[in-house]
């Protein structure tokens, strides 16, 4: 697991940017704030596997790794839901 995984997670966060310019290139509000959501998302898809690359084989480090990105890709997912539930950047109450 020295360099494999870390570049296979790499290339998925690469990925999720990628798509994140896609949705974000859009000239509406809510595709911007979608595609910074996915964009944080990518972001902390490639932090976590420079994290992966620094644990090495070190299994404990390993585990902290993987549990602080399971934790951060689901809270920003969670975040792009309750976005788009809402409607944007509108207030909440308000109605169109």
Known sequence: MDVTVPL???FSGLAVLGVAAWVGGTGDDRAHGLGLRCALAGLAILLG???????GGNRVYTYAVVIVLLFAV???AASMVLYLR???DR??????
Do not use: E, K
């Open 74 to 76: 689901n809270a920003l």
């Open 49 to 55: 596997a420079a994290g992966l690359y620094w644990a």
């Open 86 to 88: 809402r409607g944007g």
């Open 8 to 10: 296979i997670v790499a």
């Open 91 to 96: 207030p909440p109450g308000s109605s169109r």
